[in-house]
């Protein structure tokens, strides 16, 4: 096994296949254990030829490839829609056109924060900034590069992190309450 | 609520067995812990257990949360299977984090006030309980405890969307206020619709006696907020404090007074027969004993019967769990041997050798 300790794409197991898979130009690892390796295959691992398996893997690739992959953790559309659960802090950038709908769902059509922020408030705003320094970057990259449907996706990401004006339009109408609650 | 305080119990432990506050928070930089290797996993929770594992630390935390110290740290892969059984059973810590064997660590006070547990489905789980109704009191530690640990952790934190959680449900405020309740009246009155219908209307949830997805064991609730984005942590508590729990307080004792009013004979029946199976039994399954520990529960709550203390029933709500059984007697192996056992236990508490 090349990676000594990777556990599984889908839970905590120890992963016992590794694969990459190239799609769309994209490089994208499969760590899974026994349990979703079979899942995946709809058989069980051992019994397998290898290269089978390893087909079948390339074809769950590209079955996943559609829908933003997140650039910091990796973690697909289809991971998301499988396990409910979202993958890093950037997730919610990656997939914010997805969420927005089901934020709204899950907290009565609210899809901004009004409670508490952490102390280090300056903090939260620096990295705010970063975040959309970082995102104008790439913005420029993909436009130059005729990638518009990134290009598109980037912009939603910028929009959704830019501090909104009370009236901004199109945030909904519980979402654009300004923020209140405890400020420590 | 009008009603002098002389007339109505402090803490409302008539119906209101406990309440808890749990925060979800993770670390700034670093992968959630589902999508985090096991190095990652130990990193996260190397970064925690050095933040709050000072003896300065620990001391802030724990007087935050109003608990007496120690704060003992168990790693949960080395803990034995029966002992991780017991702290779910206590409602310390989660099914899913008392399975597995990914590295994860859970972090409590003796008296159970305050617990954190790692490497959950967040990286940082933080639960403060009080028994009875004191869901302010519980809510101003859980604040204490938030401000504590946001002084030593860096939690990653997105300026529209709030605290950042593993599943979107939990975002924005990552808080859940929560209580305990046993409804037995209500249920016997075919009237709990009336509570399910108002959680529904005010975005709560009502789950059974051990969280989501079980049943009501023995007609106990847990009513907890649904939402936790855009809506301030001070909003919830108010819904709940201040709304939803002192109305169901007041349903339930309204049914408690209705039926001994109007159908003592029946209650008086049941509470009895409740009483002496449990006195005479010498085998007992967990369903049954939660079953008729409910019924005599609204017995002694309504002076119907004397018998053991609401204090000593709520303990052996947990006690008579299978983990607690045998860790109190190493000595049980089957099941018929669990069952002597809580019945052993059923007939001392009811006065019967
Ligand atoms: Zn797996
Ligand atoms: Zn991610």
Request: with cysteine; glycine share 8%; charged share 25%.
């Amino acid at each position: 096994m090349a990676a000594p300790f990777r556990s599984c794409d889908h839970c905590g197991k120890p992963a016992v296949v590794h694969n990459t898979v190239i799609v769309n130009g994209k490089v994208i690892e499969h760590h899974l254990c026994e349990e979703h390796a079979a899942a995946v295959t709809g058989q069980p691992v051992g019994p397998v030829p290898i290269n089978a398996l390893l087909g079948q893997l390339a074809q769950v690739g590209a079955a996943r490839a559609r829908g933003p992959t997140c650039p910091s953790c990796g973690l697909t559309f289809h991971d998301f829609k499988s396990t409910g659960l979202l993958g890093c802090a950037r997730c919610y950038d990656t997939f914010a056109a997805t969420l927005v709908p089901v934020l709204e769902r899950a907290h009565g059509g609210a899809t901004q924060h009004v409670g508490r922020v952490p102390p280090a408030g300056d903090a939260a705003i620096k990295h705010r900034n970063e975040q959309l320094e970082r995102l104008a970057r790439e913005l420029g990259a993909a436009v130059a590069a005729e990638r518009y449907e990134e290009a598109a996706r980037l912009r939603d990401m910028i929009h959704a992190l830019r501090p909104q004006a009370p009236d901004a339009p199109g945030t909904g109408s519980a979402g654009a309450a300004p923020p209140r609650g405890s400020v420590p | 609520m009008s009603m002098p305080g002389a007339l109505r119990p402090t803490d409302d432990s008539d119906v209101v067995m406990s309440c808890r506050v749990r925060l979800a928070r993770n670390v700034a930089g670093m992968p959630f812990v589902g999508r985090s290797t096991h190095p990652q996993r130990r990193e996260a929770l190397e970064a925690i257990r050095s933040a709050c594992g000072t003896a300065e630390a620990t001391g802030s935390l724990v007087a935050a949360a109003g608990a007496t110290g120690p704060l003992a740290w168990v790693d949960m892969p080395s803990m034995p299977a029966r002992d991780r059984q017991l702290l779910w059973e206590r409602h310390l810590i989660s099914r899913n984090f008392a399975d597995g064997d990914s590295p994860r660590a859970v972090a409590l006070t003796q008296d159970e006030r305050f617990s954190m547990m790692v490497n959950e489905e967040d990286h940082l789980r933080v639960q403060v309980l009080r028994p009875g109704n004191a869901l302010r009191a519980a809510f101003d530690a859980a604040m204490a405890v938030d401000a504590a640990l946001a002084a030593r952790l860096d939690f990653a934190f997105h300026p529209r969307l709030g605290y950042l959680t593993a599943c979107p449900t939990n975002v924005g405020c990552g808080i859940r206020i929560g209580v305990m309740v046993h409804l037995r009246a209500l249920r016997l009155t075919n009237e709990l619709e009336k509570v399910k219908r108002a959680a529904k209307e005010l975005h709560l949830a009502h789950r059974g006696f051990h969280g989501e997805g079980t049943d009501a064991t023995g007609d106990w609730f847990q009513i907890s907020n649904q939402r936790t984005l855009g809506i301030a942590e001070s909003e919830l508590l108010e819904v709940l404090a201040a709304r939803v729990v002192p109305a169901i307080v007041n349903w339930e004792r309204e049914a408690r007074r209705a039926l001994v009013e109007r159908q003592r004979l029946l209650v008086e029946d049941r509470v009895h027969r409740g009483v002496a199976l449990l006195q005479a039994a010498r085998l007992l399954t967990l369903d049954e004993a939660m079953k008729q520990l409910s019924t005599v529960r609204l017995g002694v709550s309504t002076g119907l019967v004397g018998g053991p203390s609401l204090d000593t029933i709520n303990r052996l709500t947990i006690e008579i769990q299978s983990a607690h059984l045998r860790a109190a007697d190493p000595s049980i192996e089957g099941d018929d041997d669990e069952r002597a056992a809580r019945a052993r236990i059923m007939r001392a508490a009811f006065g019967v050798a």
